[in-house]
């Protein structure tokens, strides 16, 4: 059981370039989470996903877009990378809202 | 909004000692979970303990205990004979609790306490 996977692991872009984390979960969780963790810093909420087709905006949403088109996916896209999206990225999923949150094993990015 | 406060930017215990992790929260919610999380330099994000807050009883697993005042919005972390293994960053988190049909939220974590743990 691969639990919450999350591709890549690690990423380098320059100022100005698009990319997209893929975050994959196995465990049919309705609800997906994205957060960032920055140095001396606890983790942001980013986005959210309480079921297939909708996502809903955290904290910190700017510069960021999500999608959750299929149950089991949720992905983090930047259109225009900036330094100040250099941070760990964090995915996570439970079953309802109540519960536990299971993390991947997060993406560093870094963006220069 | 809710606010985590972790006070204790690093603990050092030696291997065997019981530490205990401060955490501190803000919330008008009356329904909540509290947790903590370790972080080990592997960077993986692992649950040590869960608190419902309206369980006036306090969560335990194993060498892991919490001590939870719900008045005084204060949620310690104890660990008792300490391991090598437990050297990690450790995050308190807040999370209200959803009404069905009410959306949900996401966790409002701590800065957190890098604990280092000495032979």
């Known amino acids: 059981n691969a639990g919450v996977t999350q591709t890549p692991k690690f990423r380098v872009l320059k100022t100005g370039q698009s990319m997209t984390l893929l975050c994959a979960q196995d465990?049919?969780?309705?609800?997906m989470y994205w957060y960032r963790q920055d140095p001396g810093m606890g983790l942001r909420l980013i986005h959210y996903s309480v079921g297939e087709g909708t996502t809903a905006k955290g904290e910190v949403p700017d510069g960021y877009n999500v999608s959750r088109l299929k149950k089991q996916n949720f992905l983090l896209g930047l259109e225009s990378a900036a330094p100040s999206q250099t941070s760990v990225y964090f995915c996570?999923?439970?079953?309802?809202?109540?519960?536990?949150?299971?993390f991947g094993a997060g993406t560093r990015l870094s963006v220069l | 909004a809710q606010t985590v406060t972790q006070s204790q930017p690093e603990m050092s215990v030696q291997e065997a000692e019981t530490v205990t992790l401060s955490c501190t929260y803000d919330?008008?919610?009356?329904?909540?979970?509290l947790f903590w999380y370790k972080q080990p330099p592997s960077r993986q994000m692992i649950l040590v303990i869960r608190?419902?807050?309206?369980?006036?009883q306090n969560a335990t697993e194993n060498r892991f205990s919490v001590n939870f005042q719900k008045a005084a919005k204060s949620f310690s972390l104890k660990i008792s004979d300490s391991q090598l293994g437990d050297t990690a960053m450790y995050f308190c988190a807040f999370m209200k609790h959803v009404y069905s049909g009410g959306g949900a939220d996401g966790l409002t974590f701590g800065k957190g306490t890098h604990l280092i743990i000495q032979p």
């Open positions: 919330t008008s919610e009356n329904n909540y979970y």
């Open positions: 608190q419902e807050a309206y369980k006036q």
């Open positions: 996570a999923s439970t079953h309802d809202g109540k519960n536990i949150q299971y």
């Open positions: 465990m049919n969780h309705e609800y």
